[in-house]
């Protein structure tokens, strides 16, 4: 599928990167992660500022940044919404927290670095 050359451009513009080499990137890491999850490996695809896609055991789960959804709802409105309800608190992570460090199982292959991150793997009962 062909990307829009008109949004590749204007990503192009605030990286300062030709649009070619950002079209480029776009596509490799596409393609590899396409490639993870049709192999059935574990992906977090992080989007900076935002929070971390976890794809575990075929399996999804977003994690968003605290610092996200508090520039997005307003302090007063998370602390009363989102730390009121224990499936909400467990989206939250603070921001820079190591990708492994949300995974639950051995490890995981981070986005858009193309780095594997281990996680010890839980010792037994």
């Not at 605290?66 to 730390?83: D, I």
């Amino acid at each position: 599928e062909n990307l829009d050359p008109l949004r590749m451009f204007a990503v192009a513009a605030v990286l300062g990167l030709s649009r070619h080499r950002v079209e480029g990137a776009l596509q490799a890491t596409m393609s590899l992660l396409s490639r993870c999850l049709g192999t059935g490996e574990d992906v977090a695809l992080v989007l900076r500022d935002i929070g971390v896609l976890l794809v575990e055991r075929r399996k999804v789960q977003m994690r968003f940044y605290h610092s996200f959804l508090e520039a997005v709802s307003g302090k007063e409105n998370l602390e009363k919404g989102v730390f009121k309800m224990q499936e909400l608190l467990d989206m939250v992570v603070p921001q820079g927290v190591p990708v492994a460090a949300l995974t639950s199982f051995g490890s995981v292959i981070v986005f858009p670095e193309f780095k594997r991150e281990m996680v010890q793997a839980p010792l037994p009962r």
